[in-house]
């Protein structure tokens, strides 16, 4: 981010410096050192002098219009036109915290109205007016997802959020909006700090009813369960994945990998037998209400799917740890399944031999020695039993020469 100054001044003729400045989360992010997607720029220049730089127009429906250029090695700039760089003090004012209304122009020119630099040391989320929120609800979520990066709300900011009457809001907030604050919250630090603020303020259940229903349910026995019940067991499960991986989907199926627990009628507590399969669907339906990409809808399904069997790897035959590992790999899970199995419980260990698995479970015909032609030759009904034994052949071939390596 330091090196952002001097790219735009070389990007913008020196007499436009005065009349472009960098602002928001960019300066935010400049301030505490840390590395941010893109570039928020706020410029006095007309259109022509815009696109001339080579921007490009956008035109939300409902908002005023905004240029885009996207550089290779920067990532894309953002460019929100005004009419002069004396109405960017009203555009400052009207953002969400006090950390995100800060700007500085390239002449050098810091503007900081509400004090956001000194927030930005102590780590504070402070909100710029008292109708922040209710301007626009979704910034709610923004401070919950600030939460999970290490940032604590002052006490006026909660109050404003405690006080205020949400429900009608939120149902005409698109889940689309709520979804996007989810997945960057899940990149983050403390992810689950997103979940346990919901819970705290008793706000979001329109968008995941599933959360609010996981501290009433027994996460299983006791003895295999004493964190007791079904939030604190998948935010621990969270947890232990994510130093094992950055990305937001394995650690968004980690966090809902119980769901089928919900299922389960009271009178069978703690118990949760056949949990797996039950919650399949109830993936599908949280992740179609959220309007999440394809692939979140089946890895998170899949994942409920077949989570039990993979935490117990080490009693299947092999023929069922290759029906696994096919599975996981038509559902794009094959690195994420092994990963929640391990975290699933304290000091879970690996699936031993997995990657094996899974290279066997995804060979083709031809590298399991099947000669050309031969499967077309069978009824449809014996190709699947002979691609199997043939993998458990080669299974075993290859786990019998690595034994045999490793005794050398």
């Keep these: 981010m330091t090196a952002i100054i001097p790219f735009l001044k070389n990007l913008f003729p020196p007499s436009c410096h005065s009349r472009v400045a960098l602002v928001g989360g960019t300066v935010r992010d400049m301030l505490t050192g840390s590395g941010g997607r893109d570039i928020d720029l706020v410029a006095a220049l007309s259109h022509e002098e815009l696109c001339g730089l080579g921007f490009r127009p956008v035109e939300p429906v409902s908002a005023a219009p905004i240029y885009f250029r996207h550089i290779p090695e920067t990532g894309s700039l953002e460019v929100s036109r005004i009419d002069g760089m004396g109405r960017l003090g009203e555009d400052l004012l009207r953002r969400d915290f006090t950390v995100n209304a800060m700007a500085q122009?390239?002449?050098?020119?810091?503007?900081?109205?509400?004090?956001?630099?000194?927030?930005?040391?102590?780590?504070?989320?402070?909100?710029?007016?008292?109708?922040t929120f209710s301007g626009d609800p979704l910034r709610i979520f923004r401070a919950f997802r600030f939460e999970a990066d290490g940032w604590r709300m002052t006490p006026d900011t909660a109050a404003l959020i405690r006080n205020g009457s949400w429900a009608e809001p939120f149902r005409t907030l698109?889940?689309?909006?709520?979804?996007?604050?989810?997945?960057?919250?899940?990149?983050?630090?403390?992810?689950?700090?997103?979940?346990?603020?919901?819970?705290?303020?008793?706000?979001?259940?329109?968008?995941?009813?599933?959360?609010?229903?996981?501290?009433?349910?027994p996460a299983g026995p006791r003895e295999h369960h004493p964190e007791g019940d079904l939030l604190s067991h998948s935010i621990q499960v969270l947890q232990r994945v994510i130093p094992l991986s950055p990305d937001p989907l394995p650690r968004f199926c980690a966090f809902f990998h119980d769901l089928g627990k919900l299922a389960t009628p009271p009178a069978l507590y703690p118990r949760h037998h056949g949990h797996d399969h039950a919650g399949f669907p109830i993936a599908v339906e949280l992740c179609s209400r959220l309007r999440l990409p394809a692939t979140y809808r089946t890895a998170?399904?899949?994942?409920?799917?077949?989570h039990t069997n993979a935490n117990r790897w080490d009693q299947l035959r092999d023929s069922s740890q290759l029906n696994l590992a096919e599975q996981a790999i038509k559902a794009g899970i094959a690195e994420i399944l092994p990963l929640i199995s391990a975290a699933d419980k304290p000091g879970g260990l690996p699936m031993a031999g997995w990657d094996t698995v899974v290279r066997v479970a995804g060979m083709n015909s031809g590298e399991l020695g099947i000669a050309r032609g031969v499967l077309e030759t069978l009824p449809l009904r014996d190709r699947t039993p002979l691609l199997l034994q043939k993998r458990v052949a080669v299974l075993r071939e290859l786990r019998t020469v690595s034994f045999e390596i490793f005794r050398v």
């Design 300 to 306: 998170l399904a899949w994942t409920n799917s077949l």
């Design 105 to 131: 122009s390239l002449d050098g020119t810091s503007i900081d109205p509400l004090h956001g630099a000194a927030d930005v040391k102590k780590r504070l989320l402070r909100a710029c007016s008292g109708s």
């Design 174 to 217: 698109p889940a689309e909006r709520f979804s996007g604050e989810l997945l960057k919250a899940l990149e983050l630090r403390s992810p689950e700090r997103f979940f346990q603020q919901m819970i705290t303020f008793d706000l979001g259940e329109e968008f995941l009813p599933e959360l609010f229903r996981m501290p009433q349910i």
